[in-house]
């Protein structure tokens, strides 16, 4: 056994770990791991230098390592966050359709980014990943891809860990009325069951600083009492303070009070129930 060093290169200060025990007869597989294990990079994802060189791709490739040698580590997505630094430079006063365009793009490189672990090995670089998310917000919350990424994101951890629901799928199709806010519906396949629920995003309005709580109590009060479907808060996949989404159970036959002749009475019913709940006063009402 000797005791070497692995050195993690990428971020602006290098991060040295010494003192690593391994047997110079050391399988690949087992190598990769032990990487794995010290700098939270995948094995797929490891580009290794050993003397200056790419390690050599045989079975047992430090045969002749000396203690306090060096391995020299780095993740192979560098260069895609060399582009995000480059996407997300954006100018503050350009047009807002090219501002989206280009926000998406970036937020799109940090997803995959995301996707290979690339901010559970460099940490430092998560902060600037916080504060893209956190200053284009407002454009990320209704974005249509952001919400997919996270229902997907919210039901894969729900419903995964149940041993019947070995795979999931997502399927997607427009609302059938259209709303003043951004969604669609989501089919979630589990294999043996599908269910639709119908999304759309919360407190994206400009007018508005944070989550609604007041909304978000009467989907789940309403749950509750038997009346309403089965309601889910979904949180979103970046930083904001101002979004969460709602996705409620499709209800078989149900019937939308815009397409039934209700009788005058509950009509009269409706229409209270609607002022209540949008009159400016309705915060000492609930």
Not at 101 to 124: C, H, P
Not at 219 to 244: D, E, Q, W
Not at 255 to 264: A, G
Request: aromatic share 10%; charged share 25%.
């Amino acid at each position: 056994m000797v005791k070497i060093t692995i050195r993690l290169v990428g971020e602006d200060n290098d991060k040295v770990f010494k003192r690593i025990e391994l047997d110079p007869q050391i399988h690949v597989d087992d190598l990769v791991k032990k990487i794995e294990s010290v700098t939270n990079i995948p094995p797929e994802f490891q580009q290794i230098k050993f003397r200056g060189d790419e390690l050599p791709d045989v079975e047992r490739p430090l045969q002749d390592i000396k203690f306090g040698e060096e391995l020299v580590v780095s993740h192979s997505s560098l260069p895609q966050w060399n582009v995000f630094l480059i996407a997300s430079n954006i100018p503050p006063h350009i047009p807002h359709e090219t501002k989206k365009k280009q926000v998406n793009e970036a937020s799109n490189i940090l997803l995959r980014l995301y996707k290979d672990g690339f901010f559970a090995t460099y940490a430092d670089f998560a902060i600037r990943r916080i504060k893209f998310n956190r200053e284009f917000s407002r454009i990320l919350d209704d974005y249509d891809e952001s919400i997919k990424r996270a229902i997907e994101r919210y039901f894969t951890a729900l419903l995964e860990k149940n041993p019947a629901n070995p795979t999931l799928t997502f399927r997607y199709s427009e609302k059938p009325v259209k709303g003043i806010q951004a969604g669609f519906v989501c089919t979630v396949d589990c294999g043996q069951t599908a269910q639709r629920y119908f999304v759309k995003g919360h407190s994206g309005m400009s007018s508005r600083q944070n989550v609604d709580l007041r909304e978000i109590f009467v989907y789940r009060l309403l749950f509750h009492i038997g009346v309403g479907p089965p309601v889910h808060i979904v949180p979103n996949c970046h930083t904001s303070a101002i979004a969460v989404y709602i996705a409620t159970l499709e209800v078989a036959n149900f019937n939308s009070s815009h397409n039934t002749k209700l009788p005058l009475k509950a009509e009269i019913m409706l229409d209270l129930i609607k002022s209540r709940m949008f009159s400016d006063r309705a915060e000492t009402w609930l």
